[in-house]
């Protein structure tokens, strides 16, 4: 099988390193390529730069649909686009907040949630309570990290990202770590080992989801609301995303 892993910031750095942690956990027979769109922001750390990100992930979606993949990661803890990203694919479609909650959730009884800057901490908790995690999820923090520092030599950013995991297990009383940015998804096992409890990476979760779905034949459902959309004309810089009938948008 074919996963398209997709990073919607375009931070190239980041979009190798999401799809080394994506191979790494993947059946031998399943082949993932990882990718960041052309166009959009380098980092996603705000409801803008999400918005923005979202056409060239579409893009990414059709171009996959093009080239026959049979399932899709949307590599970033906002989980950006996610439902038309659903409308678009034939294949499963999951967001790597959705795929660790989920996981943390079979884990324990309460996790928390560590992510970069606390601007996003709405977002995360608004994910938690629409995936129906909320129940689960003991709290939501910030390293106070911008994200593009996770890949800048000389930030701190491991230590700093193990201290605030410390301090919300203990704030929370929670007893599993979710880490809130795909940039965070090489330090999974060095947090886990210095702190001593489960860490879930929603890279690598949510790489093993889509495989298990696919393995399963399962597809996203066109039957109601995210079949795919009704063609309208779509006009000005966004008209190279205009739906012919039975066709997607032109990729970059
Ligand atoms: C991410 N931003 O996973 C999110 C993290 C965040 O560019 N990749 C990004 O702070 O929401």
Redesign the pocket.
């Known amino acids: 099988m074919r996963i398209k892993v997709i ?3 375009t931070s190239r750095s980041m979009t190798e390193k999401i799809g080394t942690c994506a191979r790494a956990v993947a059946d031998a027979g399943t082949e993932v390529v990882a990718v960041s769109p052309a166009m959009g922001p380098v ?3 705000s409801h803008y730069d999400e918005a923005l990100a979202v056409p060239g992930l579409l893009q990414e979606i059709a171009a996959g649909e093009a080239a026959g993949f049979d399932g899709y990661v949307i ?4 989980d950006p686009g996610l439902l038309a990203a659903r409308e678009l694919a034939r294949g499963p479609v999951v967001g ?1 907040a959705e795929a660790a909650m989920h996981a943390a959730s079979f884990l324990a009884r309460r996790f928390s949630v560590v ?3 606390a601007r ?1 901490i709405g ?1 995360a908790h608004h994910l938690a309570e629409s995936y129906g995690m909320a129940r689960f999820c003991a709290g939501i923090h910030a390293c106070e990290l911008p ?1 593009l520092d996770l890949e800048r030599p000389g930030s701190g950013a491991r230590e700093r990202i193990v201290e605030a995991c410390r301090a919300a297990l203990e704030t929370d009383d929670s007893d599993v770590i979710v880490l ?4 965070m998804a090489d330090l999974c096992e060095h947090v886990s080992q210095v702190l001593g409890v489960p860490v879930v990476d929603g890279v690598t979760a949510a790489t093993l989801q889509v495989q298990s779905l696919v393995r399963l034949g399962l597809r996203t459902s066109k039957r109601g609301e995210l079949a795919a959309p009704p063609p309208k004309p779509i006009v000005g810089a966004l008209s190279g995303f205009t739906l012919a009938p039975k066709a997607l948008p032109r990729a970059a």
Do not use: D, K, R, Y
């Open positions: 990073n919607p910031n980092s996603i750390e590599a970033c803890f906002g790597i992510t970069t800057l996003t977002t994200v809130g940015c795909a940039g």
